[in-house]
C-alpha cells in the first residue's frame, strides 16, 4: 500500500474542504430537519386571463421511520398528505421516497452541493440539469442561500436559506406558480407571522392516512390526526370484516399521532384498520406481504 500517497490525497481532500470554508454539516444547515418543525406558505397561481389564485400550504415534521428500501425517513404531513424525506450527508442531496421513481423507490429533489466562489451545475435523476449558485446575503434574516435554477420545457426556481430551508419556488412559463414562506418554526426557532397558524396543523376531524410501508412485513405505521384531546381506538380487521386485534390509546394530545402495527402472527394478505374517537372512524386498506 503507498501510504504516502494515501496521506496526501486525504490532505488535498482536507485541504479542499478548508478553502471553500464548507463541511457536510454546514451544507445540510440549508434544508433543516426535525421532529417539531414546520413552514407555511403562501401560494400564488397566474393563469393568462384570469386573476391571481391565491392558497396556502402547511408542512410539519411529525416523526420518523424505516421504510422498505431500509432507510430512514422523516414523516412530513403536507397538507394532510404524508411525504417521506431524507437527507443523503453523502451525496449532498435532498431525498423524497417514491415508489418506482429513480432509483431505490426515491429520486432526488434538491441539491445542498454548492461551490461558494462558482456556480455549478447538478442534473437530477430525472436527467433535468439546475444550476446551482451560493449567494451569501439575502435570505431569510439576511442568511446566505442556495439558489437552484433549471430552464427545460419549463423555467423553475427554489431558494434553500440556511437555517429554514425552502423559503422562494417558482415553476412556470405562461401559467406561472410562486411559492413563499410566511412562517417558520425550526428547531425552535420562529420566523414570520408571530400567530403560527396553529389552527392549520389540527384537523377539525379525524383523518386517517394510508400506512407506511405498504405492503408491509411484518411492521407497519398507523398515522392519524385527532382535532381535540381523545381517547382513541385503532383496530384490525382481516378480509372477512373479524376484528383480530384492538388497541386504545387515551389523551392523546390534538395533531398528528402515529401507531405501528406487527402483523408477525398473521398471514399475507388484505387487512383493515379502523381508527375511532368518539362517534368518528375512518378506515383503511392494508396489504401484508409476507
Given at each position: 500500500?503507498?501510504?504516502?500517497?494515501n496521506?496526501?490525497?486525504i490532505?488535498?481532500f482536507?485541504s479542499?474542504?478548508?478553502?471553500?470554508?464548507?463541511?457536510?454539516?454546514e451544507?445540510?444547515?440549508?434544508?433543516?430537519?426535525?421532529?417539531?418543525d414546520?413552514?407555511?406558505?403562501?401560494?400564488?397561481?397566474?393563469t393568462?386571463?384570469?386573476?391571481?389564485?391565491?392558497?396556502?400550504?402547511?408542512?410539519?415534521?411529525?416523526?420518523?421511520?424505516?421504510?422498505?428500501n431500509g432507510?430512514?425517513?422523516?414523516?412530513?404531513?403536507?397538507?394532510?398528505?404524508?411525504?417521506?424525506?431524507?437527507?443523503?450527508?453523502?451525496?449532498?442531496?435532498?431525498?423524497k421516497?417514491?415508489?418506482?421513481?429513480c432509483?431505490?423507490?426515491e429520486k432526488?429533489?434538491?441539491?445542498?452541493?454548492?461551490?461558494?466562489?462558482?456556480?455549478?451545475?447538478?442534473?437530477?435523476?430525472?436527467?433535468?440539469e439546475?444550476?446551482?449558485?451560493?449567494?451569501?446575503?439575502?435570505?431569510?434574516?439576511?442568511?446566505?442561500?442556495i439558489?437552484?435554477?433549471?430552464?427545460?420545457?419549463?423555467?423553475?426556481?427554489?431558494?434553500l436559506?440556511?437555517?429554514?430551508?425552502l423559503?422562494?419556488?417558482?415553476?412556470?412559463?405562461?401559467?406561472?406558480?410562486?411559492?413563499?414562506l410566511?412562517?417558520?418554526v425550526?428547531?425552535?426557532?420562529?420566523?414570520?407571522?408571530?400567530?403560527?397558524?396553529?389552527?392549520n396543523?389540527?384537523?377539525?376531524?379525524?383523518?386517517?392516512?394510508?400506512?407506511?410501508?405498504?405492503?408491509?412485513?411484518?411492521?407497519?405505521?398507523?398515522?392519524?390526526s385527532?382535532?381535540?384531546?381523545?381517547?382513541?381506538?385503532?383496530?384490525?380487521?382481516?378480509l372477512?370484516?373479524?376484528?383480530?386485534?384492538?388497541?386504545?390509546?387515551?389523551?392523546?394530545?390534538?395533531?398528528?399521532?402515529?401507531?405501528?402495527?406487527n402483523?408477525?402472527?398473521?398471514?399475507?394478505?388484505?387487512?383493515?384498520?379502523?381508527?375511532?374517537?368518539?362517534?368518528?372512524?375512518?378506515?383503511?386498506?392494508?396489504?401484508?406481504l409476507?
Open positions: 500500500m503507498n501510504y504516502n500517497l496521506f496526501w490525497l490532505l488535498v482536507f479542499t474542504g478548508i478553502l471553500f470554508g464548507q463541511s457536510v454539516e451544507n445540510c444547515k440549508y434544508y433543516p430537519l426535525h421532529i417539531g414546520e413552514w407555511h406558505y403562501k401560494i400564488t397561481e397566474y393568462e386571463g384570469s386573476d391571481p389564485e391565491i392558497s396556502f400550504s402547511d408542512r410539519y415534521v411529525t416523526g420518523d421511520t424505516v421504510l422498505q432507510l430512514k425517513y422523516f414523516v412530513i404531513n403536507e397538507d394532510g398528505q404524508l411525504v417521506f424525506e431524507r437527507i443523503d450527508s453523502l451525496n449532498l442531496k435532498v431525498m421516497y417514491e415508489k418506482n421513481s432509483e431505490n423507490d432526488d429533489i434538491y441539491s445542498l452541493d454548492f461551490n461558494p466562489d462558482m456556480q455549478i451545475q447538478w442534473i437530477d435523476c430525472s436527467g433535468r439546475w444550476d446551482v449558485n451560493y449567494l451569501s446575503s439575502g435570505g431569510i434574516e439576511d442568511s446566505s442561500y439558489r437552484l435554477y433549471s430552464d427545460m420545457l419549463d423555467t423553475r426556481e427554489n431558494h436559506d440556511k437555517g429554514w430551508g423559503s422562494y419556488a417558482f415553476t412556470g412559463e405562461v401559467n406561472s406558480v410562486y411559492k413563499t410566511t412562517s417558520a425550526v428547531a425552535g426557532r420562529v420566523w414570520g407571522t408571530a400567530d403560527i397558524p396553529k389552527k396543523m389540527i384537523a377539525r376531524k379525524i383523518k386517517l392516512f394510508q400506512n407506511f410501508p405498504n405492503p408491509f412485513n411484518p411492521v407497519t405505521n398507523i398515522a392519524f385527532i382535532p381535540t384531546k381523545s381517547n382513541v381506538r385503532i383496530s384490525i380487521f382481516d372477512s370484516g373479524k376484528m383480530i386485534e384492538t388497541v386504545e390509546l387515551n389523551n392523546l394530545m390534538p395533531g398528528t399521532h402515529t401507531y405501528q402495527w402483523g408477525e402472527h398473521y398471514g399475507s394478505g388484505i387487512y383493515f384498520y379502523r381508527v375511532k374517537i368518539g362517534t368518528q372512524s375512518e378506515t383503511r386498506k392494508m396489504v401484508l409476507k
